[in-house]
């Protein structure tokens, strides 16, 4: 048998195992975004990375609210998590630049959802040559960057790519 180490996994199983509730209600309420993942937040919605991503920049987008259904959806709420929709797709081709992307909502246990109880859709970006040999043959998926430095780097890309200017009280350091 073949083994592949993957310690930094083990706080989040640690932490996972202590979670009661739903992680769409609990992680936008900690106020923790580089903590929670959580890139951009709307008036109904927010943006996050997936921790168990099939790709790079693979994306969360989830209403606030506990809404177990599509169809359930406020329009309000619709509308502003299809604008983060869009907001993402266009921060995930500034940082990474994908040949295209797979959009998907898994609505029900049996369409695979893993939290079947909070509806949220899924931004994963697609490159020309993303599939090798691991995922065929290993079943093992190989992610090439760390997920600190993906958030990083689509943070960077939500902000537009200029990352906030301090404010300094010296007149000559504004020039």
């Not at 960077?156 to 007149?171: L, V």
């Amino acid at each position: 048998m073949k083994q592949l180490w993957a310690p930094w996994r083990l706080a989040f199983i640690e932490q996972a195992s202590h979670g009661s509730g739903c992680i769409f209600c609990e992680k936008p309420a900690l106020r923790r975004d580089e903590k929670t993942f959580i890139l951009c937040r709307g008036r109904h919605a927010y943006v996050l990375m997936n921790i168990y991503p099939y790709n790079n920049g693979h994306l969360l987008v989830a209403p606030y609210r506990h809404i177990g259904a599509l169809e359930e959806l406020p329009e309000p709420v619709l509308l502003d998590m299809l604008r983060l929709v869009q907001r993402s797709i266009k921060a995930v081709r500034k940082a990474y630049a994908p040949d295209g992307f797979n959009l998907g909502v898994n609505q029900g246990k049996v369409a695979g959802a893993g939290i079947e109880h909070h509806i949220h859709l899924h931004i994963v970006p697609r490159w020309e040559a993303d599939t090798n040999f691991m995922p065929l043959l290993g079943e093992t998926r190989v992610l090439p960057q760390h997920l600190k430095a993906s958030y990083a780097r689509l943070k960077t890309a939500f902000s537009n790519g200029r990352p906030r200017a301090k404010r300094s009280s010296r007149k000559n350091d504004r020039l």
